[in-house]
């Protein structure tokens, strides 16, 4: 191990998990348990039977925390496969975001042109109101609110990240 | 498959209640003995109890208690212990015993009864969220919702305890689910479908591993629990690994038995209250062979000063104990025998040689750190030093040759008699490592006659710690349990006392054990045998009077009640910061702010 083992990195994780009751309690209460971050989680069925689940888990820490994490998740008895998207390789990763602008005149108008440029959909309309949905990288949205906020912005709800590998290569 | 060979297949066990379905997959288990207290939602159970004799119940008086005698009998025997306590506050008292099992990996399968599904959420009589409770307490748990899960889960539960890492598992049932008519399916079951230790090593590990040893001019073995939990064949392995190379070995307070403490290549414990030699030699060495322990921050002392010029192998079967605390050169991911086994063909077939003659001058350094003689002690006059205690009762056990087991509780006790007491076998020496559990020693005592109804067990014990769980005297009377409580009496929380005076200026708050009971009373009203001990001349004697007594004994020894537990590294120093016993006036210089934030 490097000396140079205080430096700080974020790391995607995917862990495919058993879909029982209480698996997402002990992924969480791991990461509670542990002091370790989690600055997103998403989970949802991926087989055609459901009984596996993926849970992509964004963290942080030092070369030796990230290790441990892994490792951690990787002994809970219903965990099938841990892996680690950022030191794997090149990766894709997405979040779905909903964002509910209200306004009216000429800020209505801003809100559409801005959404087109984001290539953001509208999914609601009222005379006052949009909702938006849009797809992307965290700074993608982030950067797409941060521009809303001005001309109405009044309510966000976000997936999170979700990722898988690039190229032919399998998870499971 | 004929219905002969598999009787209790699929239509003829929809006769059998979930409750006995649990009972014949506990004795299909292997399941001899399983420790227990009842209550309203595991009736059920009890009454297939009393209707068969295939498995015997042992009536605890505390659930606390169940879990640590299940932790006695699976540490002496290998075997999974069993415990079987009801809802609510049966799962509640029950966690203190089931974290203790966690830390220190002791396979253990705990049966919680539960309200019945259709109220779980609805806070019903005796109803807790078990499996909310027990989540981070256990190595997995289950909550089983239908009768066709029964089978499966409870023999899954034994796969999961014993596989891998060991550890304890909580199975919660619900009422009806006991009640209700359930199938049952012989094991084994097929493979787990995400649970798959590895426990072979990687061959390359291995051979870096034995490269990094050969040429090795200081090196040590440092073995831990790992090693007995992988079997009495992993010790073997190791005192052939040892004696083959010629190191030196220390063990943890886990693994002490895993490697014979008469053997001179053996050094002695190491860690805050190992000797001066170990720990010297951890701190001096150059190559260091981990197997089985885990970098505990009691072995370690101060990370960052942790044999600071050594190359570190480290042989786990569990791969997140690998670069937690302490970064290594090599990772081997393995069951310790396996490793053992592993290393000790790639030494034969390697051809780099082995420079013996370096190895001696290590030795005479060695030799030259056990002229300290750390664990020296003055024994004269009356008072009895808690040391000579132990000390005695050890030369006086090795003397009669009785196979003889020790527990202890937690606390100065506990650590003299890891110092004094030599372990020649594994499986021989049950203490709370890890959760550092006051109140352990009488209960896994308890758990380990049973597994050994014609040994010696004793509780190496405290005054106070004894205290913890001294409705277990009961279960003694009971079952005719003739074990031997020594207690090494002080009249304080010895421990307590001692970081008291060594780190917060003698200020005794709340360390000394006032309003004592009489021990011999004591004893007597649990229809037990009562000794007090206070004069040294009488301690022989003592000794000899409890080992003889064919029922249980309590041995009240009253013994020097300021002596300390040296040599000590105190918290946030390092291994050659120790400090020894004929330091001992004047208090402890040296301890930082940021070493009294440790515990």
């Known amino acids: 191990m490097s000396e140079a083992g205080n430096a700080q990195r974020a790391a995607t994780i995917a862990v495919l998990v058993e879909n029982e009751a209480g698996v997402l309690a002990r992924v969480i209460g791991l990461f509670s348990g542990r002091g370790y971050n989690i600055d997103s989680l998403t989970v949802a069925p991926v087989d055609e039977t459901g009984r596996i689940s993926r849970i992509t ?4 820490g030092t070369e030796m925390v990230i290790e441990q994490i892994k490792a951690q998740l990787d002994r809970l008895v219903p965990v099938h496969k841990v892996s680690d998207l950022t030191l794997e390789g090149p990766h894709l990763v997405r979040e ?22 984001f290539r953001a959909r509208v999914v609601d309309a009222t005379t006052e109101s949009f909702v938006f949905e849009m797809t992307g990288a965290a700074e ?6 941060a521009l809303m906020r001005p001309i109405g912005l009044a309510e966000v709800s976000r997936t999170g990240a979700v990722a898988i590998a690039r190229g032919p290569r399998g998870l499971s | 498959m004929s219905a002969a060979t598999k009787p209790a297949s699929t239509e003829a066990a929809l006769t059998m209640s979930g409750a006995e379905v649990v009972l014949r997959a506990l004795k299909d288990n292997g399941v001899e003995v399983i420790f227990g207290y009842p209550g309203g939602a595991v009736l059920p159970i009890y009454d297939a109890l009393f209707q068969q004799n295939a498995i015997r119940h042992i009536l605890v008086r505390h659930e606390q208690a169940a879990v640590h005698a299940a932790e006695g009998y699976a540490r002496s025997t290998g075997k999974v212990g069993c415990v079987l306590v009801t809802s609510g506050p049966g799962a509640t008292n029950a966690v203190t015993g089931l974290v203790d099992a966690l830390m220190d990996s002791i396979p253990v399968v705990c049966l919680t009864g539960q309200v019945p599904t259709h109220l779980i959420g609805n806070d019903a009589f005796q109803e807790a969220d078990t499996t909310g409770i027990t989540r981070p307490a256990t190595k997995h748990n289950y909550l089983v919702k239908k009768s066709g899960d029964l089978a499966r889960v409870v023999h899954e539960a034994f796969y999961v305890a014993k596989s891998g890492r060991p550890g304890p598992v909580v199975i919660d049932l619900p009422k009806d689910i006991l009640i209700n008519k ?18 072979e090593p990687d061959a390359e590990q291995i051979r870096k591993a034995v490269r990094l040893l050969k040429a090795a001019k200081r090196p040590i073995v440092y073995a831990g629990g790992g090693v007995i939990n992988a079997g009495p064949e992993a010790s073997r392995l190791l005192t052939e690994f040892v004696r083959m190379t010629g190191f030196p070995c220390t063990n943890t307070l886990m693994g002490l038995g895993a490697f014979p403490s008469e053997d001179p290549h053996f050094v002695g414990m190491l860690g805050m209250h190992g000797t001066y030699e170990a720990n010297l030699a951890m701190h001096g060495c150059d190559v260091m062979l981990n197997i089985g322990a885990r970098f505990d921050d009691r072995v370690t002392g101060r990370l960052n000063a942790f044999a600071p010029n050594s190359k570190k192998i480290h042989a786990d079967i569990d791969p997140s104990s690998i670069n937690k605390n302490v970064p290594v050169d090599v990772a081997i991911v393995g069951d310790a025998g396996r490793v053992l086994a592993a290393l000790i063909e790639c030494w034969k077939t390697e051809d780099a040689p082995q420079d013996k003659h370096v190895l001696t001058a290590w030795w005479r350094q060695i030799d030259e750190w056990r002229t300290k003689d750390c664990l020296r002690y003055r024994q004269s006059g009356k008072i009895i030093k808690p040391q000579h205690a132990v000390k005695r009762l050890y030369e006086i056990t090795k003397e009669l040759g009785r196979e003889t087991f020790i527990t202890t509780e937690v606390g100065q006790h506990q650590m003299w008699a890891a110092q004094y007491f030599g372990f020649q076998k594994p499986n021989r020496w049950m203490t709370s490592g890890g959760l550092g559990t006051m109140g352990y020693g009488l209960p896994a005592a308890m758990g380990v006659q049973i597994a050994h109804p014609d040994a010696l067990v004793i509780d190496i014990a405290g005054e106070a710690s004894i205290l913890m ?3 277990e005297m009961g279960t003694l009377a009971q079952y005719r349990l003739p ?3 020594f207690i090494l009496n002080n009249e304080y929380m010895g421990m307590v006392r001692q970081w008291q005076e060594l780190l917060h200026g003698g200020r005794y708050s709340e360390s000394y054990s006032a309003a004592l009971p009489d021990f011999v009373k004591l004893a007597e009203s649990f229809h037990a045998k009562g000794i007090r001990v206070t004069d040294a001349d009488d301690l022989d004697a003592g000794i000899r009077e409890m080992i003889a007594y064919p029922g249980p004994v309590i041995a009240d020894i009253a013994v020097a009640k300021d002596e300390n537990c040296f040599p000590m590294i105190p918290s946030g120093a390092a291994h050659n910061e120790m400090i020894l016993g004929e330091d001992q006036e004047g208090g402890v210089a040296g301890v930082t702010d940021e070493g009294k934030v440790l515990v």
């Open chain 1, 57 to 60: 888990v964004v963290t942080s």
């Open chain 2, 182 to 199: 359930a199938p049952y399916t012989e094991p084994p079951i097929a493979a787990h479908r995400s649970y798959r230790p590895q426990t």
């Open chain 1, 96 to 117: 779905l975001a909903l964002i509910k602008v209200v306004g009216r005149g000429e800020n209505r108008v801003e809100a559409l042109r801005l959404a087109d440029a």
């Open chain 2, 483 to 485: 074990v031997k409580v």
């Open chain 2, 469 to 471: 769980n001294i409705q």
């Open chain 1, 140 to 145: 993608k949205i982030d950067a797409f609110c």
